[in-house]
């Protein structure tokens, strides 16, 4: 079965706005922390935000701080991606990585961002 399942991503004009959603598997196990990640063509993935499982704790790349805002539903086991004032250096895949508590990684199979006029 599908671990991680994003959805999202789309085509949207500098200084626009878009939400990504990861939905984890409850098979994974107890989720500790889950995280948003990019990759531009031949580029290393990068951090883009991350949240404890608690909700209680977030951290961001320098250069989405102010713009970027990460959040849970643990309920729903699911973590959301707000991004605003979107810039076309944001086009990239998006992936989600997921931490269980027995330390295992999850990753989605990314969605696409594309951030042009």
């Known amino acids: 079965q599908v671990q991680l399942v994003e959805s999202g991503g789309g085509l949207v004009q500098p200084g626009g706005s878009l939400t990504l959603s990861c939905v984890a598997s409850?098979?994974?196990?107890?989720?500790?922390?889950m995280g948003w990640y990019r990759q531009a063509p031949e580029k290393q993935r990068e951090m883009v935000a991350l949240i404890t499982g608690d909700g209680g704790s977030t951290n961001y790349a320098d250069s989405v701080k102010g713009r970027f805002t990460i959040s849970r539903d643990s309920a729903k086991n699911t973590v959301y991606l707000q991004m605003n004032s979107l810039k076309p250096q944001d086009a990239a895949v998006y992936y989600c990585?997921?931490?269980?508590?027995?330390?295992?990684?999850?990753w989605g199979q990314g969605t696409q961002v594309t951030v042009s006029s």
């Open positions: 990585n997921s931490k269980d508590v027995y330390g295992r990684n999850y």
């Open positions: 409850r098979s994974i196990g107890r989720i500790v922390a």
